[in-house]
């Protein structure tokens, strides 16, 4: 059984940090991404990672803020989100495919595997 579970949301300070973490299971992914959708806005792709070659890609409103990593071992990748602003207010969401791609994609149709969220407010 495939899952994804997001953990670490919660509340923070503007300037202030959060990390959030996505554990996989049933399956070995290649590609993992976050989202974040706000209240009445469309989904965003924010980061992703390729876990082959370690490769990553970054929406650019968080660029130098947020940082993806990962531990293979342990099947998860995490989110350190630095600098915190509250228009990173959203919940966010976790993704992943099997295969990779040229580029990390933040296109929502590439992924095929979610999970459920984890909610960020920035006030």
């Known amino acids: 059984h495939v899952q994804l579970v997001e953990s670490g949301g919660g509340s923070a300070l503007a300037g202030g940090s959060v990390r959030l973490s996505c554990a996989a299971s049933?399956?070995?992914?290649?590609?993992y991404s976050w989202f974040r959708q706000a209240p009445g806005q469309e989904r965003e792709g924010v980061a992703a990672?390729?876990?082959?070659?370690?490769?990553?890609y970054y929406l650019n409103s968080v660029e130098g803020r947020f940082t993806l990593s990962t531990d293979n071992a342990k099947k998860t990748i995490y989110l350190e989100m630095n600098s915190l602003k509250p228009e990173d207010t959203a919940m966010y969401y976790c993704?992943?495919?099997?295969?990779?791609?040229?580029?990390?994609?933040?296109?929502?149709?590439?992924?095929?595997?979610w999970g459920q969220g984890t909610q960020v407010t920035v006030s």
């Open positions: 993704a992943a495919r099997e295969t990779e791609l040229p580029v990390p994609s933040l296109i929502k149709a590439d992924y095929t595997y």
């Open positions: 049933g399956y070995t992914f290649n590609t």
């Open positions: 990672i390729d876990t082959g070659d370690g490769s990553t």
